[in-house]
């Protein structure tokens, strides 16, 4: 796995038939499948017939719930959970989702993936008018909104399409009222958010279509931008009047966020990693003997470099699966030590030899140097970094914590430059044009932090220097 960009957040819902499925139980296992997006929090909520029960906590999915925690819970005909890493707020008890409020027309619990860039200047104006605000997160706006426009409005979903109108940014949202399930995407289509269903008809919503198959149901289809789905005694109703006709859904789902076997789009994540790898070889030959990729997201586009190149793939590395997000941060002078720990080398496979070490992204460039360091001290002959996207020049702020300019290494030196700081023999990025055709040529997508371009206008904010880099 990549280190040094957190994932995102990860969203699950679901509606049953007459309580045929036990909705606690699936979304707790759903939830184990979309953890890649998020490790700080997690939380599921509950409806058993118009009453909502919710727990939340800090923690992955398994440190989190246990089965005293969910025979407390109960059983239900909805719920809705989520695993979150924070682009936005702290990472306390206070910001984990889903949000649970009851408010004059009734309970409402939400949950959601993304980030509103309006968020301060909605608050401000809520507050103005008289709210109060429990945590940091920008879900407790989204909820205060939808609350505030469900006031003026006949239902809850026209109060949603409401909020739609005025929140900024990227969500993909879930949410609950006493009798209805609904899923929402913002107008651009920045985060992934589709619809499942099992064979006895119960409805699914997930920000991965890898989260269907854990509870015995199959991706239908890809949630529109703009879209707003209500399901309320098993019907479904779509509105569409918001709808864009075409997306722009992060390009980086496809590099490193998503899970391999999810399906976004209609692209196969694993196959656009594939893909990539093998038009990176096309791009940046090497002349070396063996591939390697950087576990966990460099491994698919390194077994695409070397199909492409006929140079053959090996493991390079060892990571260690059991080092969580409470590990120690170490003093200056334990990082080497805590880098070993993280992830070795496999020496026989790559000393004396040529060796092209594949990534999904480099970042800052220290933990690529740190990396390149293992293999040198593995004795690898030669290091050629091959990148399978291309370098970020320009910060995220639609839901990912992708870093301001002046941390970012590509803003800083030119392509010789990095070579020679992160310690490589030689370095090649794919370039953008072949990113998006190994994905699939005819999808528009968000690529705001490669060339600039964002497909919303970004908030004037001058030092966005959220960055927190793990320690390989
Ligand atoms: S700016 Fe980059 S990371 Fe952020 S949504 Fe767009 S493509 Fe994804």
New binding site residues.
């Given amino acids: 796995m990549k280190s040094s960009i957190h994932e995102e957040c990860g969203v699950f819902a679901i509606y049953t038939k007459n309580f045929s499925y036990d909705a606690t139980k699936s979304c707790f296992f759903a939830l184990h499948a979309l953890q890649h997006r998020g490790q700080e929090s997690c939380g599921i909520a509950v409806n058993n017939k118009g009453i909502i029960k919710n727990y939340k906590n800090t923690g992955l999915v398994s440190e989190v719930f246990n089965n005293e925690k969910i025979e407390k819970l109960g059983i239900g005909n909805m719920a809705i959970g989520q695993v979150r890493y924070s682009t936005t707020g702290a990472s306390c008890v206070e910001n984990a989702q889903p949000l649970f409020i009851k408010h004059v027309k009734g309970p409402l619990a939400l949950a959601y993936n993304g980030n509103i860039t309006n968020a301060a200047e909605l608050r401000k104006k809520f507050e103005n008018l008289g709210a109060i605000f429990q945590s940091s997160s920008d879900t407790e706006v989204i909820a205060y909104a939808i609350t505030y426009n469900r006031i003026k409005t006949n239902s809850i979903e026209e109060a949603v399409k409401k909020t739609v109108k005025i929140l900024k940014g990227?969500f993909s949202i879930v949410l609950m009222s006493a009798q209805k399930l609904i899923a929402v995407k913002d107008t651009i289509g920045?985060r992934p958010l589709c619809m499942g269903k099992t064979k006895e008809g119960n409805i699914m919503f997930s920000s991965e279509s890898c989260a269907f198959s854990i509870v015995g149901g199959e991706f239908v289809r890809e949630i529109k931008p703009g879209e707003i789905i209500t399901i309320q005694n098993g019907k479904i109703k779509l509105d569409e009047s918001l709808c864009k006709n075409e997306s722009r859904l992060?390009?980086?789902?496809y590099v490193y966020f998503a899970r391999p076997d999810s399906i976004i789009e209609n692209s196969s994540v694993y196959k656009a990693r594939l893909e990539s790898g093998k038009l990176l070889a096309k791009e940046h030959p090497a002349k070396a003997d063996v591939v390697v990729g950087v576990p966990y997201s460099g491994v698919i586009a390194a077994k695409g470099y070397s199909m492409e190149s006929g140079l053959e793939y090996c493991d390079g590395f060892v990571k260690n699966r059991y080092i969580g997000r409470s590990f120690i941060e170490p003093t200056q002078s334990m990082r080497e030590s805590v880098v070993k720990i993280k992830l070795s080398a496999i020496e026989p496979n790559v000393k004396n030899k040529r060796v092209v070490m594949v990534d999904d992204s480099i970042v800052r460039g220290t933990t690529c140097k740190r990396i390149v360091k293992i293999l040198r001290n593995a004795k690898a002959k030669e290091v050629h970094v091959r990148i399978s996207c291309p370098c970020f020049k320009?910060?995220?702020?639609?839901?990912?914590d992708?870093d301001s300019k002046e941390n970012l290494i590509a803003c800083k030196m030119n392509l010789e430059e990095m070579r020679e700081y992160i310690g490589a023999d030689s370095l090649g990025f794919l370039s953008l044009k072949n990113l998006k055709k190994a994905i699939n040529e005819k999808q528009k997508?968000?690529?705001?932090?490669?060339n600039g371009k964002?497909p919303q206008s970004i908030p004037n904010i001058t030092n966005k220097n959220k960055f927190d880099e793990e320690i390989y």
């Fill in positions: 990227s920045f992060c390009i980086f789902e320009n910060p995220c702020y639609f839901g990912t992708i997508f968000c690529v705001g932090c490669y964002y």
